[in-house]
Every structure is written in C-alpha cells, then in structure tokens.
C-alpha cells in the first residue's frame, strides 16, 4: 500500500484530539499481520511510528504531512491537495455515501470484556459503508480530552474530506480501546496498549537534520514505506493510565 492510502486509512482509524501532549502505543491486526504502531500528539500535530524504518508526522496546522524514510535519511512530502485527493479517491471507492456523522448512533451489543486490563462495551455503528464495532471503556479518566485530541487532528487543511468517515467525539461514552473497521470485505482491529499524558519534545515532529527530499514519484519500495499493515496485542506497559 502506498504512503497516502497509509495515511488515509491511518487517519480514519484514528477518528478521535487537545491541547495536551500524549504518546498511544498500540497493535494494529490486518489481514493476518501484526503490527506495532506508537502516536505522538502535541498542538495539532501527530508523528506515526508504524515501524523502525519509518515515521509519517501530521500537521493538521497546516494540512501538509511528511513521510520519514529512515535507512535512506530521506523524506516525503504529501502536500493539503493530495491528501484532499486521497480522501475523495477514498469516499469514491466506498460508494460516495452521504451519512451525517452527527445522526450516528452507537449500538450497545451487551457484550462486555477485559482488554489489555481495560474493562470495556461493545458498541457498533456504520457510517459511510463501513461497519465499525467499539470496545470502550467508560471508566478511562478524562477520555473526553484524550478522543477529542485524535479527532482534532482531522480539522487542519486537507484533513476535511475525512471528517465524514469519523464520528464526533461527543459521541463515545468513554475511550475506544478496541476497534475493528470492516470496509470491502477486510478487517482492521486497532486495540490500545497503553497512553501517557507527558511532554513531548518538538524534535519529534521536525525532519531530520541530513535528510534529504525525495518527490512522490521517486518513492522508494513499499518495503521501505510506513506500512498499513497491522499489529498484534500485547500486554499493557507501566505507562498505562485509567
């Protein structure tokens, strides 16, 4: 997959934003690969690290994101018109559907269950052609300002076209510590391992001194591209706050 639908669908997941800074670890699970995947967020930014050859950092300031290439020191950058292409390209591919975000309800399954220490609901909802089941935990402190800080990433230029494929924050009773998106027949389960409130140096979201800037088309190997490919569960390290 390529960086830009990496994103894309990196940017759905999240669907949830502040003024703090946070850093998730969490798993993603798709198509029978695992994957480990850390978010960093701070004023309106957010770094990826999906894996150690890679790192995507987010600038909803902005709109532009840029994509590390760790081996080659090297650097990509995904203008506001692009990622406003993928999302359209995106919407396309599910039918182009018009659901309101803001009609949407959660649906309460019954189901409770224990997730990396986390006591959870299951709730589903479908927005947009895509079917969505969430495991949250109503208990988690101060969730509000933790899903708020994920979804205001999606209200920087270029971000827009993908506000319809995520539900408002308001709308969770509590933090989403589990969630599977079947979209096209496939599965992606994104469970939380851990979240620390902390501060966060702005080094993290700066290109590297000695990278250099490599153009769209000359993008190296999907094998050395953030990969979408998603992540296995682990146990929840001592950063893990409720």
């Not at 798993?27 to 480990?36: F, K, L, P, R, S």
């Not at 599910?94 to 959870?120: F, R, S």
């Amino acid at each position: 997959m390529k960086p830009l639908f990496f994103l894309a669908w990196t940017v759905v997941a999240l669907a949830t934003g502040a003024r703090a800074d946070y850093v998730i670890t969490q798993t993603v699970e798709n198509a029978g690969q695992n994957e480990n995947i850390t978010l960093k967020l701070k004023d309106g930014k957010c770094r990826v690290d999906a894996t150690e050859q890679s790192s995507a950092i987010m600038d909803s300031n902005t709109g532009e994101t840029v994509v590390l290439i760790h081996p080659q020191k090297a650097f990509i950058k995904i203008s506001k018109e692009q990622m406003v292409a993928q999302a359209n390209a995106m919407k396309n591919m599910l039918g182009n559907q018009a659901d309101n975000p803001a009609g949407v309800e959660l649906k309460p399954t019954g189901k409770q269950e224990t997730i990396n220490g986390y006591p959870t609901e299951e709730y589903t909802y479908d927005l947009n052609g895509v079917h969505n089941t969430v495991a949250i935990d109503k208990d988690f402190k101060n969730y509000q300002q933790l899903v708020t800080v994920l979804y205001n990433v999606q209200n920087g230029p270029g971000m827009e076209a993908f506000r319809p494929l995520a539900l408002p924050p308001d709308k969770f009773p509590g933090l989403p510590i589990r969630t599977t998106v079947e979209v096209m027949g496939q599965k992606v389960v994104t469970t939380i391992v851990s979240v620390q409130e902390t501060a966060i140096n702005d080094a993290d979201f700066a290109i590297p001194d000695g990278y250099q800037e490599l153009q769209m088309n000359a993008a190296p190997s999907p094998a050395s591209s953030p990969s979408p490919s998603p992540a296995g569960i682990t146990k929840p390290s001592p950063t893990t706050q409720k």
